[in-house]
C-alpha cells in the first residue's frame, strides 16, 4: 500500500509539473513591442521584391512580419529579425523571388560582392538558430502555401510545403486515409520530409521521403520544375534526404493509403524502471526480418530529467497502426510496472497532437544525435551519459534535459523508393540516439552547447571502441555543427554533389541560402 501510494503521488506531481509548465509557456508570452521588429533600412534586394510582390512583402513592424517571427517554435529563431519577410501565395511568386534574389547573387558574384543572404522557411520548427530564419537578410516564409488536395481514387495526396502534418491528418482521417507523415502535428511539412523523414507508417512503407511520387520546385535560376521518376529522375532522388540544397520545394505528391484509427499513447515510469525499460527496447529492435510486427511504431523512450522539480522520469510512446488495444508486440513494455499511461484507440491526428504538447514552443531548444548499433551495453553507456548530463543541467534554469531512444530496423530502410540515405546495405538494427534540451535563459546557451558535444563525443568514442559505432546521423535532429551528409557514405555525398552543380550550377543554395546542411561542394559551381 505504501509504494502504491508512493507511486500515485509521484505520478500526481508530474502531471501537476507538466501542466503548470505547459501553461506558463502558453501564457508568459511577452506584450508585443513592435519596435524591436523594426530591421536595419531596406536593401536594394528587399525593395526589389517589395516592388515585384506588393502584397506579399512585408518590413517590420508590420503585423505580418512580427507574427511570421513569434511563431518560430525555438526562442533562438525568434531572437532572429530578418530585413523582410517573403510570404508568397503560389509557386509563381516563389519563383519571382528567387529569379530576384539570383540576379542579385549574380551582380555581386561578377563584382567580388558580398549578395544578399536569405533563408526558407516551411514549419519553423528546428532548434538551429538560422535554420529557417536571418539576419539583416530575407526569409520565404511558405506558410501559405498549405494547400491539401486528396485524388479522387485515394492513391496520392497533394500537399503544399508550408501545411503542418496537423492539417495533412486532420482532412485525411475525414477521407480515411493516411500518408507516411510526421509524428508531431506542428511540424511543417517541408523540413521534416526533405531530411529523410520518419512516421507512424515507416515500419510499413519506409521513410516519407520515401513515398513521394513527386515535387514541384522552383530551381536557382526562378525556373518551376517537376521531380518524379520519370521526368528529372536525379532531382527526385537527390529531394530524398538532400534537404534545401537544390531549390525551393513548393509541393509534393505523396502515395497516401487507407488507414483507420490507431492505438497510441504514453506509458509513464518511475525513474527506478530504467533497466527494464532498456531492456524491452532492446528486445524488441532485436526482432529478426519477417519477425517483427510492421504496424508497430517507435517505440519512442524518453527518460526526462525536469530541473524545476528535481526529479526524472521516463515516458514510452507506444503506437499500433490499427485500432487493436495491447498488440503482443508491445507485451515487454506492458510487464512493467508504471504510474499511469494515456494508451487509447484515437485518430492519428489526435496521436500527432499528443506528441507537439511534449514538446510546446516559447522556450530554448537544442537537438543532437548519434546513431548506433542495438546493442546492451552500449544502450546502458548511453543512459549513463544521460544521467551524467542531468548532474550538470541542474544549474540551468527551467531545464528539461531528455535522452530518446528510437529503433531504425533494417526493413524499414528498405521499403519504398530510392533515397540518398545510404541505410540500404544495413543487416542489423541500429538506434537513433536523441538528446534534447530545452531552458529559458540565454546565460545557459554556452553550457548546453558544451555538455551536449561532450556527451555525444564520449558515446561515440564508446561505440567506436566496441564496434557499435554507426555513421547515420537523422538529418532532422542534428545540431548545426553535425555533417549528416557525411553519414550517408561517399557515394551519396558525390551524387548529392554533382546534382547540386546540375541544378544550381552557380551554387545560389550553397553561399546565399542559409539554413540547413550544406553539401561542402569545394569545386566552384
Known amino acids: 500500500m505504501d509504494a502504491w501510494w508512493g507511486n500515485a503521488l509521484v505520478a500526481g506531481i508530474v502531471v501537476i509539473a507538466l501542466s503548470m509548465i505547459n501553461h506558463r509557456i502558453e501564457n508568459s508570452q511577452p506584450q508585443v513591442n513592435y519596435d524591436d521588429f523594426i530591421s536595419a533600412e531596406r536593401s536594394a534586394v528587399s525593395l526589389a521584391l517589395a516592388q515585384a510582390l506588393p502584397d506579399s512583402v512585408f518590413f517590420g513592424p508590420h503585423p505580418v512580419f512580427v507574427e511570421s517571427i513569434r511563431s518560430y517554435w525555438a526562442v533562438q529563431e525568434r531572437d532572429i529579425v530578418p530585413r523582410c519577410i517573403v510570404r508568397p501565395r503560389s509557386a509563381e511568386e516563389v519563383a519571382t523571388a528567387v529569379a530576384i534574389l539570383k540576379r542579385d547573387y549574380d551582380n555581386c558574384t561578377r563584382q567580388d560582392g558580398v549578395p544578399s543572404l536569405f533563408a526558407v522557411r516551411s514549419g519553423g520548427h528546428s532548434p538551429i538558430p538560422g535554420a529557417a530564419n536571418i539576419d539583416g537578410g530575407v526569409v520565404i516564409d511558405l506558410q501559405l502555401l498549405n494547400k491539401i488536395i486528396p485524388s479522387e481514387d485515394g492513391s496520392c495526396v497533394v500537399i503544399g510545403t508550408g501545411a503542418r502534418w496537423l492539417d495533412v491528418s486532420m482532412i485525411l482521417d475525414r477521407n480515411g486515409l493516411a500518408v507516411a507523415g510526421g509524428r508531431n502535428a506542428e511540424v511543417g511539412v517541408g523540413g521534416l520530409t ?25 530551381l536557382a535560376n526562378g525556373t518551376r520544375a517537376t521531380a518524379s521518376e520519370k521526368t528529372n529522375p536525379r532531382l527526385w532522388r537527390a529531394l530524398k534526404g538532400g534537404s534545401n540544397n537544390f531549390g525551393v520545394v513548393t509541393s509534393f505528391v505523396a502515395r497516401s493509403f487507407p488507414s483507420t484509427e490507431v492505438w497510441s499513447g504514453f506509458l ?88 507537439a504538447t511534449s514538446s510546446p514552443a516559447g522556450l530554448r531548444q537544442k537537438f543532437i544525435t548519434t546513431t548506433v548499433k542495438n546493442d546492451l551495453a552500449t544502450l546502458m553507456e548511453i543512459y549513463a551519459a544521460y544521467k551524467g548530463g542531468a548532474k550538470v543541467m541542474r544549474k540551468v534554469r527551467q531545464m528539461t534535459w531528455t535522452l530518446v531512444l528510437q529503433p531504425l530496423l533494417p526493413a524499414m530502410a528498405k521499403k519504398g523508393q530510392p533515397n540518398v540515405l545510404g541505410l540500404g546495405t544495413r543487416t542489423e538494427s541500429l538506434v537513433i540516439v536523441l538528446f534534447t534540451a530545452v531552458w529559458k535563459n540565454t546565460a545557459d546557451d ?80
Open 194 to 218: 526533405l531530411g529523410g523523414g520518419l512516421s507512424f507508417f515507416s515500419p510499413r512503407v519506409g521513410f516519407v521521403c520515401n513515398n513521394i511520387l513527386s515535387y514541384e520546385i522552383v
Open 446 to 525: 554556452e553550457l548546453v552547447d558544451r555538455t551536449t558535444r561532450s556527451i555525444i563525443g564520449s558515446i561515440d568514442h564508446y561505440a567506436a571502441s566496441q564496434g557499435t559505432a554507426d555513421p547515420y546521423r537523422y538529418l532532422n535532429n542534428c545540431d548545426s555543427w553535425q555533417s549528416p551528409f557525411d553519414g550517408y557514405g561517399a557515394d551519396n555525398k558525390r551524387f548529392l554533389q554533382e546534382a547540386s552543380r546540375e541544378y544550381d550550377p552557380d551554387g545560389l543554395f550553397q553561399r546565399a541560402c542559409v539554413g540547413g546542411f550544406k553539401l561542402d561542394t569545394n569545386e566552384p559551381h
Open 268 to 355: 509513464y515510469m518511475s525513474a527506478s524502471k530504467a533497466s527494464q525499460v532498456i531492456q524491452a527496447f532492446y528486445d524488441f529492435a532485436q526482432a529478426k526480418a519477417g519477425e517483427y510486427d510492421e504496424y508497430a511504431a517507435g517505440p519512442l523512450v524518453c527518460f526526462s530529467y525536469l530541473q524545476k522539480l528535481g526529479i526524472q522520469v521516463i515516458a514510452t510512446n507506444l503506437v499500433y497502426t490499427k485500432p487493436v488495444p495491447w498488440p503482443s508486440c508491445w507485451a515487454g513494455f506492458k510487464a512493467i510496472g508504471r504510474l499511469w499511461s494515456t494508451v487509447r484507440v484515437r485518430s492519428l491526428t489526435s496521436a500527432t497532437k499528443e506528441l
